[in-house]
Every structure is written in structure tokens, then in C-alpha cells.
């Protein structure tokens, strides 16, 4: 009887609560997540992940290892390659609303900034897909919630599961850097400097070395790639730094979703201006740091920034319930249109929609809310970003296998699938076996590692790629195809070329054919 009352009490509880917000995350991408297609850098993952390595070129090995776990566990579904993510996602809801009751928030709080990231524009996509940026946020926010243990219970031991999980946010994704150096800086502004005395701290970076070491080593024995890419794809970003800043900081607020920018702004109140919050300011200029470290490095994509959402959604979560703490109706009326609006907003980033469907909400979608890209850059049948990215790949492989097919077996049996672009070459290795295609190369990020598979390009199929450039390497080139999709902009108006009699071997030739870096 007694444990039946304690079940009762515990399922009333506001940990349940957020348990039953978590789980219905957690819902959300399980039943939408197989819809549409692969998005593009998944079938990279996939390709990896069969070359599995302690490095890439550029990113670390964690999210190519977690799509070979996902298939080898789960299968080759899109639900299974997509179930971490999900999970992730489900997660960063718990320990938003966790953080929240650290930092002294009650029920509504602690639902209001669960809420925040259900509905977050961003997160939905994030977590509908297999990303490390699905992984990221969670990082942040596991580390940064404790580390308001070890300040608000002077817990120093906590710091050696910080360090664990920074070593794991490494192998993850280079940003953790910025982590880093923002909570270092925070701590030491403020009064909580004591806490970088303690010998934990420096166990636990050692941890996060220790665990990060491996991809160190690979980085710097293959000539630090992801450096040589970056500065290959900021050549290829060049934008006024103002209006690229202006641009940056605006699309935070599409985001996150317009109705939570608020929510954020008492984030900054709570950390900066609360008597409460002085004991935690360290977050707030943690976040203010990132960000002016990504304004400053001039970053090209704009959601970089995501991963400090919850960090502020949490503590302004806390403010706002401050504010209105024994009107009960005017809480119940922020909830309600918080959740409308995300449900207005929501086929925008989750794939619930049929796709003709979704095709006329899009017109509608991309004046609402724009994210990554601006309404004028759309064709009028044009399908938005992010989903347009899932959308085209099988029609690309089709194009390419009715190609191969219309050689002689004695052609294909020497013939390679060379494609220009890493999204191509991973959508042929991973969907071309329903069509019976070989694997593909590619001189693109990772693919370029992995070498000419002995091929010796006597019979090149070049999914890409320039005509001229491609004359000068082989004896005969013809275009013989051109994959088109007018829903989609990611695998439109490509041409596909039949190049004959390489006049230099591949195996030696292959620098010829690196692409990006």
C-alpha cells in the first residue's frame, strides 16, 4: 500500500512531468522520422561508418560510429539510423527541465522550457535526423548542469564527469572547444574562480585528453584536414562581415522559434540582473563568449549557436515564472499559445506532413519562418529547406544506374562510379544496391581517403564534375544524362558524364580528383 501511495506521489511528480514531455519528444520523431528520405549528410555517416576510423577529414568519428551502431543494432531503416538522434533530443528535454529545478524553477517553469525546446524550429530538425548536431546540445547542457551541481552543492568531484563527457562532446564535434573556453572564462569573471583551484578540474581535463588523444593523433598524422577545409569553405563564403553578422544574429530568433526569443532574453535577465541568478552568471557570459567567438570567426552557418538555447531557455524559464508567479490563468495562456505556435510552425522542421502537402505549406512556410534560407532564394514550386535536402536522392541514383546499366557487362565490371560531391557518392553506395551498382569513389571530404577502390578509370562514370577539367584527364568525355528534380535544389541540373581511357591510372592520378580541400 505504502509503495502503490509512493507510485502515485512520484507519477504526479514534476520529474514525471518532465519524463512525460521527454517522451513525447521522444514520440514526436519516432512516428514522423522515416518520412520523406535520407537526408544528405546521412548517407556520409553510413559510408563511414563502413570505414569506421578515429578521424575524418572533417569531423571526428563519433556520429559515423553511432550510424554503424545504429544499423548493426537496429537495421537499415531510417528509424534506426535516426533513433539516437531521437533520443538525444528526448533527453535535452529532461535535463532542460532538470536544469530549471536547480536553479529554483517550479512546475511551470520547468514545462515552460521543456516547451521550448519541443517546439525550437532547430532542435526539431536536429533530432529528426542523424547529426552530430543532434548530440551537441545535450552535451553542452549535461555539462553546464553539472557544473551548477558543483557550484550550488560544492560537489569538486562532479568535475571528473564533466571531463568525461567533454572527451566524449571531442570526439563528437570540434565545437566543444568554444564549451570550453566560454565556461573558463565565465568562471573566471565571476565569483566562482575558486572552483578552477581545485585538483579536479585538472583531472578532468586529462580525462577529456586522454579521450580525445586518439582523434589528435590521426588529425595531426594526416596533415590537419579539417583545418585545410575550413579555410577552403570560408574562401568560398565570402560575405560582407556585417551583414553576414546581421544575418547570424537575426535567423537566433527563427531559430529558436520567435515565440521563445523572450523566454531567452529573461535568460540573460535571470543570469545578469537576478540576485538568484549571481551564483550562475558564469552561464551567461559563457553564452555571451560563444557568440561573440562565433561573430568574430565569422561563422557560415547559423546554427552553431544552438547549443546554448536550453542553458538560456532554462534560466529565463525560471525569470518569467518570477514574474508571474500567482497568476495561474496568465500561465496557462503562455503555455497554450507556446504550443500553438509550435504546432503552426512544426511541418516546417518535422516531416509530419504528406509531401504534396507539405509542397503548399511550404509557400506559406518560408515567409513564416525562414530558416537557412530567405523567401526570394525559392523557386515558386520549390519545396524549403531543410526537407528539401531529404528529397531527390533515389531519382539521382535512378539516373545514375540506367547510365551504368546501358554499358556492356564487360564495360561495367571495369567501369567507377565517380562522383564529385561526397552526397552523391554516399547516395550511390548506400541506395545503389537496390539498383546494382558498385560502390562508389569520390575525392570529396572523407571519400578522398578511401582511395580509387583499384579501379583504374579506364570506364568512368562522373556524376559532377567540370567538362573542361575532365577533358584534361581523359581521352573522351560525352555527356550521357542530367539528373533534375524540381522539388528539390540540393540534387538539381547535375550532369552526368561518360569519360573514357584516363590517360593517367587512377591510383596514380587520384590528387587529380580531391575535391573541397
Known amino acids: 500500500m505504502i509503495n502503490s501511495k509512493k507510485s502515485i506521489i512520484f507519477l504526479q511528480s514534476d520529474v514525471a512531468i518532465l519524463c512525460y514531455l521527454s ?24 559510408a563511414g561508418g563502413e570505414h569506421l576510423d578515429w578521424g575524418f577529414p572533417d569531423h571526428p568519428p563519433l556520429v559515423f560510429a ?16 535516426r533513433f539516437f538522434a531521437a533520443v538525444a533530443g528526448s533527453l535535452t528535454v529532461l535535463f532542460t527541465g532538470l536544469m530549471v529545478r536547480e536553479l529554483g524553477g517550479g512546475r511551470f517553469a520547468q514545462c515552460l522550457a521543456a516547451f521550448c525546446v519541443i517546439v525550437s524550429p532547430m532542435y526539431l530538425w536536429h533530432h529528426t535526423v542523424l547529426t552530430m548536431n543532434a548530440f551537441e546540445p545535450l552535451i553542452w547542457l549535461l555539462c553546464t548542469y553539472i557544473t551548477i551541481l558543483i557550484v550550488k552543492h560544492n560537489s569538486p568531484k562532479l568535475w571528473l564527469l564533466v571531463g568525461l563527457i567533454v572527451g ?11 564549451f570550453c573556453f566560454g565556461l573558463l572564462v565565465g568562471l573566471l569573471i565571476t565569483s566562482n574562480r575558486q572552483l578552477l583551484l581545485t585538483r579536479y578540474i585538472w583531472i578532468a581535463g586529462l580525462i577529456a585528453f586522454t579521450i580525445a588523444l586518439p582523434n589528435l593523433i590521426w588529425q595531426t598524422t594526416h596533415g590537419w584536414p579539417f583545418f585545410e577545409i575550413q579555410k577552403a569553405l570560408k574562401a568560398d563564403y565570402q560575405v560582407d562581415f556585417w551583414i553576414s553578422t546581421i544575418n547570424f544574429t537575426l535567423q537566433q530568433i527563427f531559430q529558436m522559434h520567435p515565440l521563445t526569443f523572450p523566454i531567452t532574453l529573461a535568460g540573460f535577465y535571470y543570469y545578469f540582473r537576478d540576485k538568484e541568478g549571481k551564483s550562475y552568471r558564469f552561464i551567461g557570459w559563457l553564452c555571451i563568449v560563444v ?10 552557418e547559423i546554427y552553431y549557436l544552438a547549443p546554448i538555447y536550453p542553458l538560456l531557455w532554462a534560466s529565463g524559464a525560471v525569470q518569467v515564472e518570477k ?12 503555455l497554450a499559445v507556446l504550443i500553438t505556435g509550435g504546432i503552426i510552425t512544426m ?27 530567405y523567401p526570394f532564394m525559392l523557386e515558386p514550386k520549390q519545396v524549403t529547406a531543410p526537407h528539401r535536402w531529404t528529397l531527390g536522392w533515389q531519382e539521382a541514383v535512378a539516373t545514375v544506374a540506367k547510365v551504368y ?13 565517380l562522383a564529385w560531391d561526397y552526397n552523391y557518392a554516399g547516395a550511390i553506395d548506400v541506395l545503389g544496391g537496390a539498383y546494382d551498382l558498385p560502390k ?40 550521357v544524362a542530367m539528373i533534375t528534380n524540381q522539388k528539390v535544389g540540393k540534387s538539381s541540373n547535375t550532369p552526368i558524364y561518360l569519360c573514357r581511357q584516363i590517360k593517367i591510372p587512377l591510383e596514380q592520378s587520384w590528387l587529380n580528383f580531391r575535391n573541397h580541400w
Open 23 to 46: 517522451l513525447a519528444k521522444l514520440l514526436l520523431h519516432f512516428l514522423t522520422n522515416g518520412q520523406y528520405g535520407y537526408f544528405f549528410d546521412e548517407f556520409y555517416f553510413i
Open 405 to 417: 546499366h546501358s554499358l556492356l557487362p564487360s564495360e561495367q565490371a571495369k567501369c567507377a562510379i
Open 347 to 373: 511541418p516546417a522542421s518535422l516531416p509530419v506532413l504528406p509531401l504534396e502537402t507539405f509542397i503548399s505549406y511550404s509557400r506559406f512556410s518560408r515567409y513564416l519562418l525562414p530558416i537557412w534560407e
Open 66 to 81: 553511432i550510424a554503424n551502431i545504429s544499423r548493426w543494432l537496429l537495421g537499415d531503416s531510417l528509424f534506426a539510423l
Open 291 to 300: 557568440f561573440g567567438l562565433l561573430i568574430i570567426l565569422e561563422a557560415r
Open 440 to 479: 562508389s569513389i569520390s575525392g570529396d571530404i572523407g571519400y578522398y581517403f578511401w582511395g580509387p577502390r583499384k579501379y583504374s578509370g579506364e570506364i568512368v562514370i562522373s556524376v559532377g564534375g567540370d567538362l573542361n577539367y575532365l577533358k584534361q584527364l581523359f581521352n573522351q568525355v560525352n555527356q
Open 168 to 178: 566524449i562532446g571531442w570526439l563528437n564535434k570540434y565545437s566543444i572547444v568554444f
Open 323 to 334: 514574474l508571474i508567479y500567482n497568476r495561474r490563468r496568465l500561465k496557462s495562456i503562455i
